[in-house]
């Protein structure tokens, strides 16, 4: 009797520590709408977009006490080449979770199917519901112009949602925007029907470590491989038993990578940031100003973007 009572005793402790993480990973509410700090949002189609492609500046804000979401508009539960379903979609749910966490930002993925995201008119109000919620200031997405579909219905379902988040009447239940967001696009490389604009250029030099240590949480996509991974090509990765080089391999892959955005807007970050640091900078995330939401003056920018043209160290 008394080992049964045990048992269920620790099936509800289980049961409560299982909740808190659901809740944890779902919450969007941030106990301080009102105390003067920006509020960001930044969808990305899967758990690991948003991440990667807004995870330094996001670090950024979030150390100047600025509010920051991270949205995977679908659950990834297709992206892996050895895994799928909800036992993939939990995983790499608590794997965002976790890079939020050393962001210092706040995750929310949405249990929508990866590979099935559709513009439909109900994720068009979930999505203007979560900026709402947030309150925001910015909001980020994918071009609608790009590889996936998700990313590109991503784009569309957040250009959508851009000018109704301020319709009182679309969406009553949750209370419209006064004032509409920035509407941002992160950076890609496809060039039809147009190639990205940088209007923004963020130097993440002083949070490039943070953002690489952070991104060491998307095992199942940064070392697996995702759904482009496989045996041999994880033959290759540093094992989970040796985190530092783990942690090398990957970095030296982000500096190629984001070394190869500062290098391709240099002259945007020589603009910025001015000859002597512009040219220095080796690390950047770049943004396109959306037509349909407000449209910042430069003095807006730099409010939005505090730390924009001067590089911590
Ligand atoms: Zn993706």
């Avoid at 105390?35 to 990667?52: M, Q, S, T």
């Avoid at 509407?183 to 953002?211: C, E, G, N």
């Avoid at 910025?272 to 690390?283: D, E, H, M, P, R």
Wanted: glycine share 8%.
């Amino acid at each position: 009797m008394l080992k049964r009572l045990a048992l269920q005793f620790l099936s509800l402790i289980v049961l409560l520590t299982y909740s808190t993480i659901i809740c944890t990973a779902q919450s969007t509410t941030s106990d301080s709408k009102d105390d003067g700090k920006l509020r960001i949002v930044c969808f990305g189609a899967h758990p690991d977009d948003a991440e990667y492609k807004c995870g330094g500046t996001a670090a950024m804000w979030a150390k100047l006490g600025h509010h920051v979401l991270l949205v995977s508009v679908t659950n990834g539960d297709i992206g892996h080449w050895k895994m799928a379903g909800g036992e993939l979609a939990k995983r790499r749910t608590a794997e965002s979770t976790e890079v939020a966490k050393r962001l210092g930002v706040t995750s929310k993925v949405l249990d929508i199917h990866d590979g099935e995201l559709l513009p439909t008119l109900e994720n068009r109000k979930t999505i203007c519901k979560i900026i709402r919620e947030w309150n925001a200031d910015i909001v980020i997405s994918h071009r609608p112009w790009d590889y996936h579909p998700d990313h590109r219905y991503t784009g569309i379902l957040v250009q959508d949602a851009a000018f109704m988040v301020t319709v009182p009447f679309f969406c009553p239940d949750v209370p419209h925007l006064k004032k509409n967001p920035v509407f941002l696009y992160s950076s890609d490389r496809f060039t039809k029907p147009y190639p990205f604009t940088a209007d923004v250029v963020v130097a993440i030099d002083s949070v490039f470590d943070q953002k690489v240590d952070a991104l060491t949480a998307l095992v199942s996509q940064a070392f697996e491989g995702g759904a482009g991974g496989s045996a041999e090509r994880l033959a290759l990765v540093p094992p989970a038993s040796a985190p530092q080089e783990r942690k090398a391999w990957l970095h030296e892959r982000w500096a190629r990578r984001q070394g190869g955005e500062a290098n391709r807007f240099r002259e945007e970050l020589i603009r910025a940031y001015g000859l002597q640091i512009g040219s220095k900078v080796k690390y950047a995330e770049a943004f396109e100003i959306c037509e349909y939401g407000a449209r910042p003056s430069k003095k807006r920018l730099q409010e939005l973007f505090p730390f924009y043209g001067a590089v911590e160290k």
